[in-house]
């Protein structure tokens, strides 16, 4: 995560800030009644026996029973279900260090702080709400039947867009999204100022290029939680959707998903894998919004969805999938190939392939490499990329199916003693010096490079749930339970395995606590998946005609 040790209350360039002059018209819309719906029941209420049909499939061992039980929205929910759904301690010390991490302003909860860490020497900005980080909080308030939490922090950091947003003089576009904010108390004056931060202060000055597509998706989680229509179709939500569209639509976005954002950023190569499965994510809740009147008459926007999401999709499944057979035909590529009739079409010399990927392919399994460029696959797996490419429907069902399979053969790997592995394997020498510039906190299988990361389980568990395999998500939660309450909830862990808390991870980290959460709450209710999974488009299905590692 990128830190500062401060800031000051300028408004100016991306410092900018809400006070009580200049807060428009957005206490309205909070204030605004919620279509009268009856909202879903919450974490301890629900029965698994309401899954939809979509999400029966490979989920015949689930028993469950449950016990309705009335509460506030400061109770704590507890698991009621049989057998792998028995209570936790740690649930319940999950939701009281989550509810810990809360930041109001003017005393409404407007989301949580990145890290609740007492023990650190510097708070950097980890007492930031960070769009990225509050994803899965979210998630686990709605999931418990909090919404307005959310509804507060879509409005909020809706209204920190519409500010002019400047880096060393650079004005970045209309659509961009705060990577985060903080809410400053005067107890003297008795006011509360909100501060954004859009990349200025960040280590490495790197603008964020992902917050406007996280801040899409859950907008959609919102609505499909609450079934609420209303807060997407008011003026400003519209605005805020076409301005990211317009944003992420642009020419050149196409061929650099990532616009905004340098390559690596000063950290870690995380390439094109990392960026796409989010930015097609973003498209398909905006294609599947504009059948709900999200968007409105924006014809123009749903065309050039379309458009994108046929380009991309197809160049995602067909040339960035390997498997066994794909590998082994990479291996015996001609190369300086030329014309329409090429089958090596991006001069991939099969010298360049690293030694551990014949290792590590199994021939039962498969999954999306990290980047296709000119003469350079890189061949590492991304965690993120993979699962968000399941939810989204970018990977085929067998696509999907073989992903897991990879997990399963490579669980030592990939999974070790501590889900999960961001990326597999981790650059080292003289590659790590080049790609990082030399960064320490990026060494060989830690932070970015490497590291396992708890938050990933949410993102992990829904996977299992969408492919029908369950035990796999009941296996790296049982992982999760046996450390991470004990070793105060980390950022991340170091080492081949995972066994080691990080070196610089913060504890008591806001998504490791709501990561978790949200990974039981689907696993004793699949019917939650809804709420962040896409099902697949027919139309954008590819022709491919290769054999898959599913065939073998």
Known sequence: MDGTKEYGLRKVSSHCSISEMDDYDLSKLLDKPRINIERQRSFDERSVSELS??????????????????RSTCDTPASSARNSFDPHPMVADAWEALRRSLVFFRGQPVGTIAAYDHASEEVLNYDQVFVRDFVPSALAFLMNGEPDIVKNFLLRTLQLQGWEKRIDRFKLGEGAMPASFKVLHDPVRKTDTIVADFGESAIGRVAPVDSGFWWIILLRAYTKSTGDLTLAETPECQKGMRLILSLCLSEGFDTFP??????????????????DPKFLYTLLSNRESNQESFLGESSEFVERIVKRLHALSYHMRSYFW???????????????EYSHTAVNKFNVMPDSIPEWVFDFMPTRGGYFVGNVSPARMDFRWFALGNCI?????????????????????RWEELVGEMPLKICYPAIESHEWRIVTGCDPKNTRWSYHNGGSWPV???LLTAACIKTGRPQIARRVIDLAESRLLKDSWPEYYDGKLGKYIGKQARKYQTWSIAGYLVAKMMLEDPSQLGMISLEEDKQMKPVIKRSFSWTC
């Open 389 to 409: 490419a399941i939810l989204a429907s970018l990977a085929t069902p067998e696509q999907s199916a073989a992903i897991m399979d990879l997990i399963e053969e």
């Open 53 to 70: 049909i979509g999400l029966a499939r490979g989920l015949d061992n689930f028993e469950s029973t449950y016990s309705p039980i009335g």
């Open 456 to 458: 990933l389980l949410w």
């Open 322 to 336: 390997l498997d066994f057979q794909q590998l082994n035909d990479i291996y015996r590529y001609k190369t300086e």
């Open 258 to 275: 990532t616009l905004l954002c340098a390559d690596g950023c000063s950290m870690i190569d995380r390439r094109m894998l990392f960026q």
